[in-house]
């Protein structure tokens, strides 16, 4: 493969998990704050499953596995000027292995094994190499 090549790879590489970073590092935003429409806040995707936390990343090919059991999504405060106090009840989902991937780094989750998220657990910002690996084209 010529340096050309390499490098164009590396950089769109580096591009998604950048993309990848910034969705993690917000947790909610309000698109609407400030310019005197409707404000509409989204928060991440998160799962809390066996004292860890997890959350979504996208463009990685992964298999769904056995199925591990209940996860929680943790309750998000997404309408911040609503009047209540903010303490949504958390909700469950179930968690599945991810063929090839250690449950304590990445699981999928879903009600469904064919509707299954990818979701890891970040060391900071960084994906976990073993999930980096399997990013389409990398």
Known sequence: MNAALQA??????????AAAALSVSVACA????????????VCAFLVDYQNREYSDVAN?????????GPATLPPCDDTPNDD???????????????????????IAVGEEPSEARLVVVYSGTEIPPEVKKRIRGS
């Not at 790879?9 to 998990?17: D, K, T, Y």
């Not at 309000?30 to 005197?36: I, M, V, Y």
């Not at 909700?91 to 991937?101: F, K, N, R």
């Open 8 to 17: 164009d790879r590396r950089r769109v590489v580096g591009l998604l998990l």
């Open 84 to 106: 209540d106090d903010g303490r949504a009840a958390p909700s469950s989902t179930t968690a599945y292995a991810v063929e090839g991937l250690d449950p304590s780094i990445a």
């Open 30 to 41: 309000s698109p609407g704050d400030g310019d005197g429409g409707s404000s509409e806040s």
């Open 60 to 68: 990685v090919d992964f298999t769904v596995g056995d199925k591990l």
